[in-house]
Nanobody, 121 residues
Framework: QVQLVESGGGLVQEGGSLRLSCAASGSIFSINTMGWYRQAPGKQRDLVAAITHGGSTNYADSVKGRFTISRDNAKNTVYLQMNSLKPEDTAVYYC???????????????WGQGTQVTVSS
């Protein structure tokens, strides 16, 4: 089994910054893509940013130039640096990882429990 534990959410004023972290642990052989999604009340869960094991990144248009995703493969951890935050960034942010199991080398998708980010105007 694999667990994803997120941290770093909170309340920040418009224009401020936050850094989210997500650490994966458990029966991990390797991790392919890691990413961050967000879900605002009454809306669907959408991709914010993703990063491959090799470091290639992908961002939602709404966060390009403001958010930066990075990862530390040795620590099985992904980060999301969020700058110039806007009220519309308010949501629950979820970590996501495509993990190859050390038990049977199967690939499975795991989610974190979510962390609230609230941006006040």
């Amino acid at each position: 089994q694999v667990q994803l534990v997120e941290s770093g959410g909170g309340l920040v004023q418009e224009g401020g910054s936050l850094r989210l972290s997500c650490a994966a642990s458990g029966s991990i052989f390797s991790i392919n893509t890691m990413g961050w999604y967000r879900q605002a009340p009454g809306k669907q869960r959408d991709l914010v940013a993703a990063i491959t094991h090799g470091g290639s990144t992908n961002y939602a248009d709404s966060v390009k130039g403001r958010f930066t995703i990075s990862r530390d493969n040795a620590k099985n951890t992904v980060y999301l640096q969020m700058n110039s935050l806007k009220p519309e960034d308010t949501a629950v942010y979820y970590c996501n990882a495509r993990v190859y199991s050390s038990y049977d080398f199967s690939e499975n998708i795991y989610w974190g429990q979510g962390t609230q980010v609230t941006v006040s105007s």
